[in-house]
């Protein structure tokens, strides 16, 4: 079946330090992968994505890279920013209309 | 650019009154679907359509009806609403090829007392 298993929260940061967020799935076929960031009392926004294995999808300074070879679809950011306070998910796509989203990790950075 | 738009913001119901949440995209997608957000559980899917006069349900439909007559609207139905569908609702609509992601609204957060 199909399923996302995502780090769990809270992380805290300072800012400016380094932030990887853990994600696998399991998955049939060849889904994309997708995260997505929700700040606090708005939607689900697209944050990046990737298509197909070994693509980085990249925004707003955050990456990840799709690994088969892992099932994983880390998030990093170099250097992350007070505004960058927020919920993120990893969400697998293996047809159109499915999706299937992690638990959400919470993120509060300090000045 | 409206986007995924959904009504209303905030609710508050009575065990046993029944409501409608309305969402509504303006992106001619064919998929449209419905989840809940539930502290530490993540998005669960409640239904879904592929298409106007097509419907599905998700991982959690008991106690919702949705209908999709048209491209553009996918209302949410409680029929008689439970304090366990306290919950935040999000409607998203995506592309019919994998890839696209999906686009979702603001979000209903819905009290049953």
């Known amino acids: 079946g199909n399923s996302v298993t995502q780090m769990e929260g809270p992380v805290t940061l300072s800012e400016e330090a380094f932030l990887t967020i853990n994600c696998t799935y399991t998955?049939?076929?060849?889904?994309?992968l997708f995260w997505y960031v929700q700040y606090p009392g708005e939607g689900l926004q697209l944050l990046l994505k990737a298509t197909k294995a070994d693509d980085k999808g990249s925004n707003k300074g955050f990456e990840a890279t799709y690994r088969k070879e892992t099932t994983s679809f880390h998030l990093e950011k170099g250097s992350v920013q007070v505004s960058d306070s927020a919920v993120y998910f990893c969400?697998?796509?293996?047809?159109?209309?499915?999706?299937?989203f992690g638990t959400g990790t919470s993120l509060t950075v300090i000045p | 650019n409206a986007g995924v738009t959904q009504t209303p913001k905030f609710q508050v119901l009575k065990t046993g009154q029944s409501m409608t949440l309305q969402c509504a995209q303006d992106m001619n997608h064919e998929y449209m679907s419905w989840y809940r957000q539930d502290p530490g559980m993540g998005l669960r899917l409640i239904h879904y359509?592929?298409?106007?006069?097509?419907?599905d349900q998700g991982e959690v439909p008991n106690g919702y009806n949705v209908s999709r007559s048209t491209t553009e609207d996918f209302p949410l139905r409680l029929l008689s609403a439970a304090p366990s569908q306290t919950s935040v609702y999000f409607c998203?609509?995506?592309?019919?090829?994998?890839?696209?992601?999906?686009?979702f609204g603001q979000g209903t957060r819905l009290t049953v007392v």
């Open positions: 998955a049939t076929g060849y889904p994309s």
């Open positions: 359509s592929v298409g106007a006069g097509i419907t």
């Open positions: 998203a609509s995506s592309y019919s090829q994998t890839g696209g992601g999906a686009f």
């Open positions: 969400a697998l796509n293996p047809t159109g209309n499915q999706f299937y």
